[in-house]
């Protein structure tokens, strides 16, 4: 199995920060690399797509990067509805797995 | 407009075999390369993939339940099944169905079902 691993597990920002947060592949996985924001008792909601393809109504504020092993997520001016739980998910190769997660908290 | 909801049963004994169905609207699995899947997740853990069946019957699993998963599909009901045999309390998840396109991201989820595996 690919396994994928983020960094930070958690951050604390403030409204209006801009964050960045990585996920890693221990192989190279292409552009296959999806993004997710999940928020207490709801389901993931994906956000970003092949890398960085912005899904239909997600803010701008949102973008993706990388190929290969290495990918981040930035948010560009985070708002208060940004505060939630991010999974990266690989689907290069099944099984398709995902990060354990980064939870981004109010400073 | 596309939605997708499981159903099945709350609580679920040691060694009993679980049944979750997943009714969609919005699409049709007879559609090329329209997929659903299936994937679980722990309380406080991060999602798990579990299934996938697609347009063409093709199914595929994660190969560390593969013995103990089934899913099949049902067209003219539009919904989806996963069965899960000989459960135990580390089952215990929300299980949720989502459709899955494109290079094999979910673009559209269910609410999710949260089973609880106790005797």
């Known amino acids: 199995d690919i396994q994928m691993t983020q960094s930070p597990s958690s951050l604390s920002a403030s409204v209006g920060d801009r964050v960045t947060f990585t996920c890693r592949a221990s192989q190279r996985i292409g552009n296959f690399l999806n993004w997710y924001q999940q928020k207490p008792g709801k389901a993931p909601k994906l956000l970003i797509s092949a890398a960085s393809s912005l899904q239909s109504g997600v803010p701008s504020r949102f973008s993706g990067s990388g190929s290969g092993t290495d990918f981040t997520l930035t948010i560009s001016g985070l708002e208060s509805e940004d505060f939630a739980t991010y999974y990266c998910q690989q689907s290069n190769s099944t099984p398709w797995t995902f990060g354990q997660g980064t939870r981004v908290e109010i400073k | ?119």
Request: proline residues 6%; aromatic residues 10%.
């Open chain 2, 1 to 119: 407009q596309v939605t997708l909801k499981e159903s099945g049963p709350a609580l679920v004994r040691p060694t009993q075999t679980l049944t979750l169905t997943c009714t969609f609207s919005g699409f049709s699995l007879t559609t090329s390369t329209m997929r659903v899947s299936w994937i679980r997740q722990s309380p406080g853990g991060a999602p798990e993939w579990l299934a996938r069946i697609d347009w063409d019957d093709d199914r595929f699993y994660r190969p560390s339940l593969r013995t103990r998963l089934d899913i099949s599909k049902d067209t003219s009901k539009n919904q989806v099944v996963l069965t899960m045999t000989n459960m135990d309390p580390v089952d215990t998840a929300t299980y949720y169905c989502s459709r899955t396109i494109g290079s094999g991201f979910f673009d559209v989820w269910g609410p999710g079902t949260l089973v609880t595996v106790s005797s």
